[in-house]
């Protein structure tokens, strides 16, 4: 009779043991977040993301790139999740502004955009832009996809022949209404007119031209933002596009005089004309998907990224193109503002323009990636400061996310160089249980945050998925800072069984942030999971099970620093000069959470 009873007692207390360690288990980790039914559904398989085609009549600078790695970091957290997934950038080639910068250039116009679309390839490239697509406007695919989108718009009685008087900007290739025009005064104090929007010098221009019937997409337009509130986003420039569908929406001119602008594509049927370079350029996210022939299959799950300055081309202008010509908007659109430098607009006049190489190569290109994406704020512009990133860098990468790992990884702390064994009994209120209600807060929000940052990188607020990244790293770094193992008496076994529960779950919790890592930071993140043992086939959206059992794994080898301390030599913030490669190793084992 007496065996039963202690059988009841023993399961009593293991049931509360489970119920409590239940904490630790992954059984209960929320996998995927509940999305709005306008974002990307769960069973979508297919991504294609896109960012502006950038002008070549100027070099790469650092807003071009933020432009790209936010796409980029799309792409690569699609291919996570086991999505098959496009990403098409390139270079915007005609235009009258090219033309001129060829001019400038003493070169024939396409040699001159050959040389520049090719700097661009290689920055992304050096920059680790993993783009599937890189397309040029004066590719043959190209010109053809324009030819026979232009023709099917003016098949359907879309574009007439007629006149436009008004205003032209050439630097932004745009036509302007009076009330989009303000006076101002040149370098020389001559009076002269400039765009309201980009301050750019504007022009009155008269000629015989194509117009295309936007005014007659206005309600279609206001239809489309209605049933898909979330295809501009964030809100605030969803808001700027319904505001301008209120103001007047006259008709587009969409070609311009070959007399005075031959770099560009003939008018089908009437080479005296020019495609507009507008509509030449936004055909291009057409053109990778594979328009005129089989398009529907990238097109229907189209995103593009755009600056806060095209937004009305992309917002109002494409759709109504597309809606003409029977095709669908594009999924979304996600707009981003600007980098300033210091405080002031980046411009090649005032030279305070950030080439991303220099940087790149002064903070590394995870360090420069892991900046833009960490501060750049979708909603309002940010200002970049060597200062700010050298504080950023050393304050998350090197000292909070480095630190966690030199000190669970040193052989001081771990001999044996594995993932020890986790005991269960260590996290609940029996005898043996050490844990606080603030380990259990950090377990917590570790378990939670897979979903977290899917949620944010899915409607490409990174910023905000770095900063619960960079919250929970330091939670971390509390949890062992708090229990200290490196004061526990190896000798005594409740000791040792808490010291290796404590390396167990921060190394675990390393795994996840590696893992989350990732699509910003892909070099460091490789580094990180290689040296926790993780195999190149464990580092998927699917492997985020917490606490999965890594017990007995193996570290990786030990390739050093995981991110040097950066420094500014003194007077020259410009050139901050990279820490030798053990600058941050003696002080591993002492770091507090810094950040
Ligand atoms: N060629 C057009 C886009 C055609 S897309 C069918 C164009 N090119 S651009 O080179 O001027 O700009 C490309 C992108 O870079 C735009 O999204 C623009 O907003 C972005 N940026 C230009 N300067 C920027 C900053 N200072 N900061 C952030 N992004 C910036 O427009």
Redo the contacts with the bound molecule.
């Keep these: 009779m007496r065996t039963p009873l202690r059988i009841i007692t023993r399961s009593r207390k293991a049931l509360v043991i489970w119920r409590q360690s239940a904490f630790l288990s992954s059984r209960s980790t929320p996998r995927r977040v509940n999305r709005t039914s306008s974002e990307v559904c769960k069973e979508e398989r297919s991504s294609y993301i896109t960012?502006?085609?950038?002008?070549v009549n100027?070099s790469p600078?650092?807003?071009?790139l933020?432009?790209a790695v936010l796409a980029d970091c799309m792409h690569r957290y699609k291919l996570l999740q086991g999505v098959e997934s496009r990403f098409a950038t390139g270079t915007?080639e005609h235009g009258l502004k090219i033309q001129q910068a060829a001019d400038v250039a003493g070169e024939d116009p396409l040699t001159f955009c050959t040389g520049v679309s090719q700097r661009f390839r290689q920055v992304f490239g050096s920059c680790d832009v993993s783009f599937t697509d890189y397309i040029r406007t004066t590719e043959e695919r190209h010109r053809r996809a324009v030819e026979h989108f232009w023709c099917v718009l003016r098949d359907k009685g879309l574009i007439y022949k007629g006149s436009y008087e008004g205003w032209y900007s050439t630097p932004d290739e745009s036509f302007l209404t009076p009330t989009q025009v303000a006076d101002a005064v040149d370098a020389m104090g001559q009076p002269i007119k400039v765009s309201l929007e980009s301050g750019h010098k504007v022009e009155w221009l008269k000629e015989e031209n194509y117009m295309y019937r936007l005014s007659a997409f206005r309600t279609q337009l206001l239809d489309w933002l209605q049933k898909n509130p979330r295809a501009i986003q964030p809100d605030r420039f969803l808001q700027d596009v319904l505001q301008w569908l209120q103001d007047d929406l006259p008709d587009l001119s969409v070609s311009r005089q070959r007399s005075r602008l031959q770099w560009g594509i003939p008018v089908p049927g009437d080479p005296e004309h020019t495609v507009y370079v507008?509509l030449d350029?936004?055909v291009?996210?057409l053109t990778v998907a594979g328009y005129p022939d089989d398009h529907d299959h990238w097109w229907s799950v189209a995103r593009h990224i755009?600056?806060?300055?095209?937004l009305k081309?992309?917002a109002i202008y494409w759709p109504a193109f597309l809606l003409g010509a029977g095709l669908a908007p594009p999924r979304s659109i996600h707009v981003?503002?600007?980098?300033?430098v210091n405080g002031t607009?980046?411009s090649k006049s005032l030279g305070n323009v950030v080439d991303p190489v220099e940087r790149s190569q002064a903070f590394t290109t995870d360090g420069l990636r892991y900046f833009l994406l960490r501060q750049g704020v979708p909603d309002s512009d940010c200002d970049y400061t060597d200062r700010k990133v050298i504080k950023l860098l050393n304050a998350e990468l090197a000292d909070s996310l480095g630190g966690l790992l030199n000190r669970c990884a040193a052989p001081a702390l771990n001999p044996t160089q594995t993932y020890p064994p986790l005991c269960p009994r260590s996290f609940t209120s029996e005898q043996d249980g050490r844990a606080v209600p603030e380990d259990y807060r950090m377990l917590d929000a570790v378990r939670s945050l897979p979903t977290l940052v899917e949620h944010h990188y899915e409607s490409l607020h990174v910023y905000k998925a770095l900063e619960a990244i960079a919250s929970c790293v330091r939670q971390t770094n509390g949890f062992v800072q708090r229990h200290a193992p490196w004061k526990l008496n190896r000798t005594d076994a409740g000791d040792r069984r808490w010291l290796n529960s404590i390396i167990y779950v921060s190394l675990e919790c390393l795994r996840i942030y590696g893992t989350l890592l990732q699509p910003v930071v892909p070099r460091v993140a490789d580094k990180l999971l290689s040296r926790l043992g993780v195999r190149a086939d464990e580092r998927n959206w699917a492997d985020l099970d917490f606490l999965l059992s890594y017990r007995g794994r193996t570290l990786g080898r030990d390739t050093g620093v995981l991110f040097n301390r950066l420094e500014s030599p003194v007077g020259d913030e410009q050139k901050p000069r990279k820490m030798k490669k053990t600058d941050n190793y003696p002080k591993a084992l002492n770091l507090g959470t810094r950040s």
Excluded: E
């Design positions: 960012t502006p085609i950038f002008y100027a600078h650092l807003g071009h933020y432009s915007d507008w350029a936004l291009n996210y755009v600056g806060k300055d095209i081309f992309h981003h503002s600007h980098w300033t607009k980046m």
